[in-house]
């Protein structure tokens, strides 16, 4: 098996587009969160019920869509390319051949999730001054929300796979997921509670708090959506297993 997760893993890092994606994925967060450190006013009302701890986890959700472009990327990029074939050929097996992309897919997602985040809330903090807490300060709730935002990245972009691999297509995946987690659900979600439950919402507040959205709480929320990242993953494995490769 370590061969196969090498070859995978060479095949992700010699790829310009997967490349920059990651980049991306680990400098925006960063980037967001210390230019809005630096514009931080106290005396501004919006700011008044927001928990200092939980500056810098505000903008996890712009990391969302590059972890799902990543997922759709390392998954799809041979479905693309009409390499699929080839990589079967070389391995017959074709669930280890999966399990070895899907486990890219994870390190990829935990790794970027825990990197940017933690840049992120550290150059909040830095950028807020006096009005930050220092390293020294730093709680045991916010290592929780840490864990909860590579968590949500690891669910994300196991959905993301799991429909690149059905509809056999990178941009099925972006077209479907991206204007989700970018806010096209949670502002509907008072008209339509129901959507409370979906793969996006359920474990949105895994990133970061959204009081007053009647949204569910981070542990039934993470587990809603586990259940879905699972669900999608089972009916796209046995797709894996059964359809030809072709794109």
């Known amino acids: 098996m370590c061969p196969l997760l090498r070859s995978e893993l060479t095949k992700a890092l010699t790829l310009p587009s997967i ?15 210390f230019v809005t450190g630096l ?8 700011w008044d019920d927001f928990p200092v701890e939980s500056h810098g986890f505000e903008v996890a959700g712009f990391g969302q869509p590059l972890i799902i472009l990543l997922a ?17 050929t070389a391995v017959p097996d074709r669930r280890r051949l999966l399990v070895a992309k899907l486990a890219v897919v994870t390190g990829a997602a935990a790794l970027i999730g825990a990197v ?17 807490l220092p390293v ?6 916010m290592a929780g929300n840490l864990l909860g935002v590579v968590v949500n990245y690891v669910l ?8 690149t691999i059905l509809a056999r297509s990178v941009i099925a995946p972006l077209v479907v997921l991206v204007p989700m987690v970018l806010g096209l659900t949670i502002g509907l979600v008072p008209a339509i509670p129901a959507l409370k439950y979906s793969p996006d919402l359920a474990g949105v507040q895994l990133l ?14 993470g587990l809603v959506m586990a259940a879905w990242a699972a669900a999608i993953s089972l009916i796209a494995a046995i797709a894996w297993g059964r359809r030809d490769v072709s794109g």
């Open 19 to 33: 490349l920059v994606t990651a980049l991306a994925a680990l400098v925006v967060p960063p980037a967001l969160a």
């Open 39 to 46: 514009s931080f006013r106290p005396a501004d009302s919006r």
């Open 72 to 88: 759709a990327l390392v998954i799809g990029t041979e479905f693309a390319d009409h390499q699929l074939r080839t990589s079967v």
């Open 116 to 132: 940017a985040t933690s840049a992120a809330v550290l150059l909040k903090h830095a950028a807020l001054g006096e009005h930050g």
């Open 136 to 141: 020294s300060e730093f709680t045991t709730a």
């Open 156 to 163: 994300m972009a196991h959905i993301a796979a799991g429909l």
């Open 208 to 221: 970061t708090g959204y009081p007053g959205m009647g949204l569910l709480e981070p542990l039934p929320g």
